[in-house]
Nanobody
Framework: QVQLQESGPALVKPSQTLSLTCTVS??????????WSWIRQSPGKGLEWIGS???????YYNPSLVRRTSISADTSKNQFTLQLISVTPDDTAKYYC?????????WGHGTQVTVSS
């Protein structure tokens, strides 16, 4: 059973960079067939896909966030990270790491990030 755990700061100041880490257990991020994603939900809004990567070397990003977003994997730690630059209060949200594998879906518990001075 794959388990996902988000970690990172709860408060980020405007214009700074938001950095979050997802630690994966019960599975390996290099295993073929997995897709790994970051997803967020802002107050009063639906889920918003941020980006994903899988077995290939290609990472896919939400077009509305692509210019500010970077997702990378650290295979030695079985983690993947999200960096979102130049944040604004509109980036305040609960951020989730997410995985799919062979029709199964896995979610982290999410981590609340507030952008405020």
């Amino acid at each position: 059973q794959v388990q996902l755990q988000e970690s990172g700061p709860a408060l980020v100041k405007p214009s700074q960079t938001l950095s979050l880490t997802c630690t994966v257990s019960g599975g390996s991020i290099i295993t073929n067939g997995y897709d790994w994603s970051w997803i967020r939900q802002s107050p009063g809004k639906g889920l918003e896909w941020i980006g994903s990567f899988g077995s290939s070397d290609t990472t896919y990003y939400n077009p509305s966030l692509v210019r500010r977003t970077s997702i990378s994997a650290d295979t030695s730690k079985n983690q993947f990270t999200l960096q979102l630059i130049s944040v604004t209060p509109d980036d305040t949200a609960k951020y989730y790491c997410h995985a799919t594998y062979v029709g199964n879906t896995y979610w982290g518990h999410g981590t609340q990030v507030t952008v405020s001075s």
